[in-house]
T-cell receptor, first 112, second 114 residues
Framework: GENVEQHPSTLSVQEGDSAVIKCTYS??????FPWYKQELGKGPQLIID?????GEKKDQRIAVTLNKTAKHFSLHITETQPEDSAVYFC???????????FGTGTKLQVIP | DTEVTQTPKHLVMGMTNKKSLKCEQH?????MYWYKQKAKKPPELMFV???????INESVPSRFSPECPNSSLLNLHLHALQPEDSALYLC?????????????FGPGTRLTVT
């Protein structure tokens, strides 16, 4: 994988609302798309991932969608809570290659 | 146990010092990574070890020297660093599952070079 664009760079939502973060990649060989949450003073934590043979994956309040044709993937957080406030990074990896390419990050603030 | 530990948490060193960062995991992962993260930026890959052998070096300056003594430990030896090397250094490990690698990160070492 090479470039991953991530938008928006900052996002503020009211508690209980939904948040959506979008990423675009360029490498057609990309087939694994993880999302990481990084809280202040901590390392990134894998929160959900999706592989290229799946269009959507959901885990409680978090869902990820993938459009391989358009090379887009998105993170959806529903019923946001203050503890969801963090920086979120999308990432992609091509094949069995070990290198992950990260997006530029989105700082999410959930306002109580 | 899905924990990657890193020591020390904070490190301040002068440009002539020699220091080492340590990383440990007991998840049986055979790939381990060093990343550098500057403030408000994504992690940047530095090195990857696979089965205790260096498999990726992202053109990192020789003042950073990685070492993988065994499958659970990863070190990063630092020598003659520059102030611009101040950053959060993250260690990660991964397992190969379902056709992809899932990476687990440690909390990082906050390095300040004076």
């Amino acid at each position: 994988g090479e470039n991953v664009e991530q938008h928006p760079s900052t996002l503020s939502v009211q508690e209980g609302d939904s948040a959506v973060i979008k990423c675009t990649y360029s490498d057609s060989a990309s087939n694994y798309f993880p999302w990481y949450k990084q809280e202040l003073g901590k390392g990134p934590q894998l929160i959900i991932d999706i592989r290229s043979n799946v269009g959507e994956k959901k885990d409680q309040r978090i869902a990820v969608t993938l459009n391989k044709t358009a090379k887009h993937f998105s993170l959806h957080i529903t019923e946001t809570q203050p503890e969801d406030s963090a920086v979120y990074f999308c990432a992609e990896r091509a094949g069995g290659y070990q290198k992950v390419t990260f997006g530029t990050g989105t700082k999410l603030q959930v306002i109580p | 146990d899905t924990e990657v530990t890193q020591t020390p948490k904070h490190l301040v060193m002068g440009m002539t010092n020699k220091k080492s960062l340590k990383c440990e995991q007991h998840m049986g992962h055979r790939a381990m990574y060093w990343y550098k993260q500057k403030a408000k930026k994504p992690p940047e890959l530095m090195f990857v070890y696979s089965y205790e052998k260096l498999s990726i070096n992202e053109s990192v300056p020789s003042r950073f020297s990685p070492e993988c003594p065994n499958s659970s430990l990863l070190n990063l030896h630092l020598h003659a660093l520059q102030p611009e090397d101040s950053a959060l250094y993250l260690c990660a490990s991964s397992s190969y599952r379902g056709g992809s690698y899932e990476q687990y990160f440690g909390p990082g070492t906050r390095l300040t070079v004076t």
